[in-house]
């Protein structure tokens, strides 16, 4: 962990900055792969599944059977944790749903929006160290209440809770593939994938690059990716221990994962720091916490307001407030993903089930962007309605904007209407 | 025109599809426009300005004066106009504001979500043949609404209705670049243009492949560009005259606009044919127009059922429903950016006064994506605060999942705090 005291503001964007993967590299990489799926479809997925995942595959949905059975292979302990965590995110998600309100902006003149599911969606959940059933929940909840259609499931992962998670969410095809190759037939539609609008899910690099690829060719991505971060905002009434926790939490991530500490209190600081060595020594992924925390910072300020300040600027995907009066710090806050309020919310609680979603802006993206959430998985359709009255209340109005653009054809709609009513 | 009798659905896809751009040449010319600016700021602006726009800036920045005054400059015809449009977009877009929802998902769980406007956003407003301050208030209206700090303007059109509309909608620093290099302005930032988070508005290709490629690093943009379009549904209660001026208001756009009429009457569609010759000689804009018109298509089908799955397979930006069952067609219709009801309704309306936005999806992308809103300039924080009871009560989920994923120090977080609270 990398120390600092009251840095001048301006090095804060230096102290502040994550570190940059080269995507171009990558690009490289993932362009041929995506190409090979647009044009030769299964062949090509079958062909990636030997190379990348040494795999043979003939068949690659699974079939129903095993996603119904999938329960059967899970404790009962785990699948009473999945159930209380799917009841608590779709309350959440629940009160995002919009209704319709029609609004008459002049007499006879009325507009409304309406929300509508997305018809076809594609979650993309990474195999990889850790079988992120969590992450079918998060993404499959919103696209169930926001009444999707279609949600397709790719996972080079077989793993029962995976498959138990999606059977909750409705989720109405599996298929067993993975990488940009996955993201690729999601985009395209092949011989057995079906196309999708909108693709959801994280991923490596290479899933990444291929998602940010496709999304130039009109598929929609849920959000620019990076490695997972969080924030700790600290004074004197907080809990090393606490701390510890939560910075080891999100550094057992991945060696690229982000941790920064910000405090009005040098001895937090310090103590957090030693607990951090006790408790880093009894982590299973202690080789990427230790590595995470190479790279993560610890900032003494001498105020709240400054360290808003710094907050603000890093714009965390994770903020946890871990202060007495974390509430009204919370007020101050414009720029992060989620908010953890008070010494008892561990991000590890929304992480998993206290309703809110986990897939969240990382990088400093959430100065720009949300989490997911219902509005991620619907268009808002606005609409309009004209009557008689209407039209020559508006008609004026419309006639002299499209004229002073030089758009008279424009004009023209209306006053032709105006005419021959 | 191209007129098509009750296509075979295995062809729609083809007579839907739009012309495609080649934005590989197009971004092989941004690029180094792009990193110039990076690079040298400023002087690259100047640089561009005089080599593309011909023009020697000294400043930027236009004089709060100029703006000030700009009302002075326009009729009181126009300047009515745009208040009465700025009244009735203020109006519908202040519906889409959502409160605070606090939902306690176990108890001592409690989940919210905070709206929070997105602090620095920029508007690029396009020069060319049509000053479109409408377009300043489709964005500046529910950036203002959505709580914006810091609200930049980028054009090269000095044009006082731009200006005027800029006053209105809160404003506050009007800079007279344009192009892609104002793009890479807003997007890094110069000594005298102020980086923003998010960057919206239309533009020419150059302008699109910029905003494309700064959104790869991390500043947001709108939504993906294509040429305007608008969809038509008619039936025998159409009127052709109307909806020739409809086809015609989005036809005058440019010779890439897009305009499409699905009929279940055919005689209808031989009558707008004739309205459409008639309408068209008198219009300034007619070369536009009878280009556009030129790629565009009628199609006949036999029932209405038909119409409206073609009409959901293109997924138009602007959809005409021009019939006296309008409402009822309108409940089937699951992929649009914006739809006008009835007969007299038409697009010009919504491009300009009745008070929806018309920054909406082309291309397609209304499969995927939503129009401009109030939604498009906030992000949507979310917010947990869990109580010593409500960890107790979601502690046992928490770490059963997180076990399960094999993240102990996840787990370790709920636990510490159990054992020492």
Redesign the interface.
Known sequence: MQFFNNPDKKDWVKILERPTAN?EDIEGKVIPVLNAVKQRGDEALREFALKFDNILLNDFEVPVEEINKSGEKLSD??K???Q??Y???S??HA??V?SI?K?E??AG?S?W?KS?G??KVGIYIPGG??????TVLMLGIPAQIAGCKEIILCSPSNHP?IYYAASLVGISRIFRIGGAQAIAAMAYGTESIPRV??IFGPGNQFVTAAK?LV??E???IDM?AGPSEVAVYADSSS?P??IA??L??Q???GADSQVLLVSTDQSIIDRTKEELEI?LIE???KEF?SKSLENSKAIFVDNSATAIEILNEYAAEHLILASDD??EI?ES?????????????????????????HTL?T?????????V?V?SF???????????K??KN?G???I???E???????????K??LE??
Do not use: W
């Open positions: 995507m302990e785990l009473a944790a999945i209380q965590a009841k608590n995110i309350k959440f009160t995002q919009s309100v609004v902006t002049m003149v507009c929006r509508v997305i018809e160290t850790a079988p992120l059933f969590s809770a609008s909108k940010q999304s130039k009109g598929v929609a620019p809990n221990a606490f926790s939560d080891l939490s550094a057992e991530h408790q982590l299973p992924r916490a974390a509430e919370a806050i414009i720029n992060a993903g989620s908010i953890f309020i008070g010494h008892l919310t561990p991000e590890s609680c929304g992480d998993y089930a206290s309703g809110t979603n802006p990088n400093g993206y959430a100065k720009a962007y949300s989490g959430s509005d619907v268009r808002k359709i606005t609409f309009q309605k004209i009557t008689e209407g039209l508006i004026k109005t419309v002299a904007m499209a002073a653009e030089s758009l008279q054809a424009h004009a023209n709609a209306v032709i209407r021959k009513k």
